[in-house]
């Protein structure tokens, strides 16, 4: 439309090398925070977001408190060199937005009704952005609860899919999602078959949104197995090194 | 009966532990005739029995429980006491003293200060209330020395080992008194700040490998070796 | 009752009936309530209209200014959507900057209408990278019974298709205005259709009761060649696959209904 970029080649291969259906590279680390009580890091092609999650704790301000469950805050921002033009700290109304949604994509997942009358504060910042960034602070959020050591009903994965140069891809980046025709974020529970986050923005027919969404959901599910292994990672690590030429108690 | 892990295996939240008749023990919970885990930790099949033990909890008060809190704030009645829980707990005055008293603020922070530790026990908590806690008992109240170190709640069973092994252990390896509160925090009195030292060592290791096997072994090994003694 | 919250006995009683196919006011489970659409009620703006969706009342006010174009869209003239939920409109609104369901609902319906190309931005360029039409769109609430988001939708489209932009004539590098009208180039007409899922089943533009027993919302945009243009999924609660593809298919026809009410009047 405006530049003569070449979105997706004869080849069908995209601007970054990578096929249609293929995830951009991904890298988790938990429990990196000390002070947090739970946190995780995400690398995502060129995304870096960090999430922390405070709590179960006494909610601020009180009059939020709900008698008979948590609740859950959660803050979506984006640091001031994040992005190519430098955004202003303050939070703009497409952070608001996504602390919204992100939120609303978590708290299926959470026993909130264990822990009435207090609060879990969730923290995202992306400290690099290149698309997709709703979708991946899901995934590292997901894992920062697991590591407070909050009890959920599943992990949930996120990524999103669309439509890039007339074909659909999966995981889309920064100048897909600028350039592109059609951008459809998805977070995912897997064992509940549950569709946590879903937007789309973009023009698709019904059938286009349908390979859509099945596609983003196929990279839910990848993304999901790394978020396990990541929550793991640390302790198996620990276990097999003190467990070497030990036999069993 | 279908269990779809070995004992002691990681698992994570969500993952389908077993189904059928089985009964939903710790940090699992059961959906249609299913078993999921909702913590991560290991998994363990006793009977019909699922659970799962976590690696990391943080601290919900039960009665009975033995906690070090610490003081934040002297009220009109009582103090309120930071137990390292989501809750903040209240402990009356009528429940640290063992004579009446007159509300007069000034009384009150003479007996507890803002930041001091006490040993005590929770006495009711529930769904509506904050935690009350005591420390008429014997052997609570106001801690004077020693070293305090904060693990995981989930890691104290650990600690204290099956039948108080891992802690007799520590006691008499380490020779200092280890005192140890439910919520994850613990109190380190020795007769030197070596053996300070070396028992803090060993509670941090077990801290680490809680989720491993052999780790009393490797843990006594360890403290004999920090006291010269191999 | 003049709270909002409503009684568990009435949550029940809604979720039960549903789950027979039946709504509390009688409706189907994928009827709108009675709609009504003004315009042009506001004669300061450039465009305004109110719609009314059962008891819930938003009105949209257009207002046409000069402005820059965005730098990666020195050619296009500018939209900007905000939203006030105003105190009056509700016991739990409160007098303020906008909350997130305010900013939510804004984006949403910004979303429908930019995605679709519903204004021909580019027929809003006067002098590229340097002057263009901007296109205030304010979303007033009024009355909030449920279902703010397609009443607003609804509400800005019959806006927009009686906005009357000036005529102006550049001379020597300035803007200068003239005498009379044009109408606001427009040339699709996106409309947004609300789910709510209760019982496990999906419910068009529910109610403000049925709003407060809701596991999710869910809101598609179509535009008039049946395309998806906006989506978005609401409320703390999940939807199954395919519960979101039964929606779309349910909007298809529901964006056609509610369209002939807009693109005739």
């Given at each position: 439309?405006?530049?003569?970029?070449?979105?997706?080649?004869?080849?069908?291969?995209?601007?970054?090398?990578?096929?249609?259906?293929?995830?951009?590279?991904?890298?988790?680390?938990?429990g990196?925070?000390?002070?947090?009580?739970?946190?995780?890091?995400?690398?995502?092609?060129?995304n870096?977001?960090?999430?922390?999650?405070?709590?179960?704790?006494?909610?601020?301000?009180?009059?939020?408190?709900?008698?008979?469950?948590?609740?859950?805050?959660?803050?979506?921002?984006?640091?001031?060199?994040?992005v190519?033009?430098r955004?202003?700290?303050?939070?703009?109304r497409r952070?608001?937005?996504?602390?919204?949604?992100?939120?609303?994509?978590?708290?299926?997942?959470?026993?909130?009704?264990?822990?009435?009358?207090?609060?879990?504060?969730?923290?995202?910042?992306?400290?690099?952005?290149?698309?997709?960034?709703?979708?991946?602070?899901?995934?590292?959020?997901?894992?920062?609860?697991?590591?407070?050591?909050?009890?959920?009903?599943d992990l949930?994965?996120?990524?999103?899919?669309?439509k890039?140069?007339?074909?659909?891809v999966?995981?889309?980046?920064?100048?897909?999602d600028?350039?592109?025709?059609?951008?459809?974020?998805?977070?995912?529970?897997?064992?509940?078959?549950?569709?946590?986050?879903?937007?789309?923005d973009?023009?698709?027919?019904?059938?286009?949104?349908?390979?859509?969404?099945?596609?983003?959901?196929?990279?839910?599910?990848?993304?999901?197995?790394l978020?396990k292994?990541?929550?793991?990672?640390?302790?198996?690590?620990?276990?097999?090194?003190?467990?070497?030429?030990?036999?069993?108690? | 009966?279908?269990?779809?892990?070995?004992n002691?295996?990681?698992?994570?939240?969500?993952?389908?532990l077993?189904?059928?008749?089985?009964?939903?023990?710790?940090?699992?919970?059961?959906?249609d005739?299913?078993?999921?885990?909702?913590?991560?930790?290991?998994?363990q099949?006793?009977?019909?029995?699922?659970?799962?033990?976590?690696?990391?909890?943080?601290?919900?008060?039960?009665?009975?429980?033995?906690v070090i809190?610490?003081?934040?704030?002297?009220?009109?009645?009582?103090?309120?006491?930071d137990?390292?829980?989501?809750?903040?707990?209240?402990?009356?005055?009528?429940?640290a003293?063992?004579?009446?008293?007159?509300?007069?603020?000034?009384?009150?922070?003479e007996?507890?200060?803002?930041?001091?530790?006490?040993?005590?026990?929770?006495?009711?908590?529930?769904?509506?209330?904050?935690?009350?806690?005591?420390?008429?008992?014997?052997?609570?109240?106001?801690?004077?020395?020693?070293?305090?170190?904060g693990?995981?709640?989930?890691?104290?069973?650990r600690?204290?080992?099956?039948?108080?092994?891992?802690?007799?252990?520590?006691?008499?390896?380490t020779?200092?008194?280890?005192?140890?509160?439910?919520n994850?925090?613990?109190?380190?009195?020795?007769?030197?700040?070596?053996?300070?030292?070396i028992?803090l060592?060993?509670?941090?290791k077990?801290e680490?490998?809680?989720?491993?096997?052999?780790?009393?072994?490797?843990?006594?090994?360890?403290?004999?070796?920090?006291?010269?003694?191999? | 009752?003049?709270?909002?919250?409503?009684?568990?006995?009435?949550?029940?009683?809604?979720?039960?009936l549903?789950?027979?196919?039946?709504?509390?006011?009688?409706?189907?489970?994928?009827?709108?309530?009675?709609?009504?659409?003004?315009?042009g009620?506001?004669v300061?703006?450039?465009?305004?209209?109110?719609?009314?969706?059962?008891?819930?009342?938003?009105?949209?006010?257009?207002?046409?200014g000069?402005?820059?174009?965005f730098?990666?869209?020195?050619?296009?003239?500018?939209?900007?959507?905000?939203?006030?939920?105003?105190?009056?409109?509700?016991?739990?609104?409160?007098?303020?900057?906008?909350?997130?369901?305010s900013?939510?609902?804004?984006?949403?319906?910004?979303?429908?209408?930019?995605?679709?190309?519903?204004?021909?931005?580019e027929?809003?360029?006067?002098?590229?990278?340097?002057?263009?039409?901007v296109v205030f769109?304010?979303?007033?609430?009024?009355?909030h019974?449920?279902?703010?988001?397609?009443?607003?939708?609804?509400a800005?489209?019959?806006?927009?298709?009686?906005?009357?932009?000036f005529?102006?004539?550049?001379?020597?590098?300035?803007?200068?205005?003239?005498?009379?009208?044009?109408?606001?180039?427009?040339?699709?007409f996106?409309?947004?259709?609300t789910?709510?899922?209760i019982?496990?089943?999906l419910?068009?533009?529910?109610?403000?009761?049925?709003?407060?027993?809701?596991?999710?919302?869910?809101?598609?945009?179509?535009?008039?060649?049946?395309?998806?243009?906006?989506?978005?999924?609401?409320g703390?609660?999940?939807l199954?696959?395919?519960?979101?593809?039964?929606?779309?298919?349910?909007?298809?026809?529901?964006?056609?209904?509610?369209?002939?009410?807009?693109?005739?009047?």
């Amino acid at each position: 439309m405006s530049q003569k970029i070449v979105l997706v080649n004869e080849e069908g291969i995209r601007t970054d090398g990578r096929k249609l259906n293929e995830l951009r590279p991904i890298k988790l680390e938990v429990g990196i925070l000390s002070n947090a009580d739970g946190s995780a890091y995400i690398e995502q092609g060129k995304n870096r977001i960090l999430a922390a999650v405070y709590g179960p704790r006494e909610v601020h301000p009180r009059h939020l408190a709900l008698p008979d469950r948590a609740i859950l805050q959660c803050r979506y921002h984006m640091a001031p060199f994040s992005v190519e033009e430098r955004k202003p700290p303050q939070p703009s109304r497409r952070e608001v937005e996504l602390s919204k949604v992100i939120r609303e994509a978590l708290e299926p997942a959470i026993f909130l009704d264990k822990f009435p009358r207090t609060s879990i504060d969730l923290f995202i910042e992306v400290l690099q952005a290149d698309g997709g960034t709703r979708g991946a602070g899901v995934t590292v959020a997901s894992l920062a609860l697991a590591d407070a050591g909050i009890p959920m009903r599943d992990l949930v994965a996120a990524c999103a899919a669309g439509k890039v140069g007339a074909h659909l891809v999966l995981d889309l980046n920064d100048i897909e999602d600028k350039e592109g025709e059609a951008d459809v974020p998805v977070a995912y529970m897997l064992n509940s078959n549950a569709v946590a986050l879903l937007q789309m923005d973009g023009l698709l027919t019904i059938e286009e949104f349908k390979r859509a969404i099945d596609l983003a959901l196929d990279g839910c599910k990848q993304i999901y197995a790394l978020q396990k292994e990541a929550l793991k990672a640390k302790y198996i690590a620990i276990k097999e090194e003190a467990e070497e030429g030990v036999e069993e108690e | 009966m279908p269990f779809f892990y070995e004992n002691r295996q990681i698992v994570t939240p969500g993952d389908l532990l077993a189904e059928g008749d089985c009964l939903a023990g710790h940090n699992t919970y059961k959906s249609d005739a299913k078993i999921y885990a909702s913590r991560l930790g290991l998994v363990q099949y006793k009977g019909r029995l699922v659970q799962v033990v976590a690696l990391n909890t943080f601290y919900v008060p039960s009665v009975g429980d033995q906690v070090i809190g610490k003081i934040t704030e002297v009220n009109l009645h009582g103090w309120s006491v930071d137990i390292n829980s989501p809750y903040i707990a209240n402990l009356k005055a009528s429940e640290a003293l063992s004579r009446p008293f007159k509300p007069q603020r000034d009384e009150l922070s003479e007996i507890l200060d803002v930041g001091d530790l006490i040993l005590a026990k929770v006495t009711a908590f529930d769904r509506t209330r904050d935690p009350s806690l005591t420390i008429r008992e014997p052997d609570l109240g106001k801690i004077t020395q020693g070293q305090i170190v904060g693990v995981s709640p989930a890691k104290i069973p650990r600690i204290i080992g099956r039948k108080g092994s891992m802690i007799s252990m520590l006691k008499k390896e380490t020779r200092c008194n280890i005192t140890v509160g439910q919520n994850g925090l613990i109190i380190i009195t020795g007769r030197n700040r070596e053996d300070e030292r070396i028992a803090l060592l060993a509670i941090q290791k077990i801290e680490q490998e809680a989720h491993t096997s052999g780790l009393t072994d490797r843990v006594t090994e360890m403290v004999r070796k920090e006291r010269g003694d191999v | 009752m003049s709270s909002i919250m409503i009684s568990r006995i009435r949550q029940k009683q809604i979720a039960q009936l549903i789950t027979s196919g039946k709504r509390l006011d009688g409706r189907g489970l994928v009827d709108y309530r009675p709609i009504q659409i003004e315009t042009g009620i506001i004669v300061k703006a450039e465009g305004s209209a109110r719609v009314r969706l059962g008891k819930t009342e938003v009105l949209v006010g257009i207002k046409i200014g000069l402005g820059e174009p965005f730098s990666d869209r020195p050619n296009e003239g500018v939209l900007t959507v905000n939203s006030e939920f105003v105190p009056l409109a509700s016991p739990e609104f409160e007098a303020g900057p906008p909350g997130e369901e305010s900013m939510e609902l804004a984006r949403v319906v910004d979303r429908g209408v930019r995605e679709s190309k519903a204004i021909d931005l580019e027929k809003l360029c006067i002098i590229p990278r340097k002057k263009v039409f901007v296109v205030f769109v304010d979303i007033y609430v009024l009355n909030h019974d449920g279902n703010l988001i397609d009443a607003s939708a609804l509400a800005t489209l019959a806006a927009l298709m009686n906005t009357k932009v000036f005529r102006y004539e550049v001379k020597d590098g300035e803007v200068e205005i003239k005498p009379g009208f044009v109408a606001l180039p427009i040339k699709n007409f996106p409309i947004a259709v609300t789910f709510a899922v209760i019982s496990g089943k999906l419910v068009v533009d529910p109610w403000l009761d049925e709003e407060e027993v809701m596991d999710a919302r869910l809101t598609i945009s179509f535009d008039r060649d049946g395309r998806v243009c906006a989506v978005q999924k609401g409320g703390t609660g999940t939807l199954f696959p395919e519960q979101i593809i039964e929606a779309a298919n349910i909007t298809k026809e529901k964006a056609e209904e509610l369209r002939k009410l807009v693109v005739k009047s």
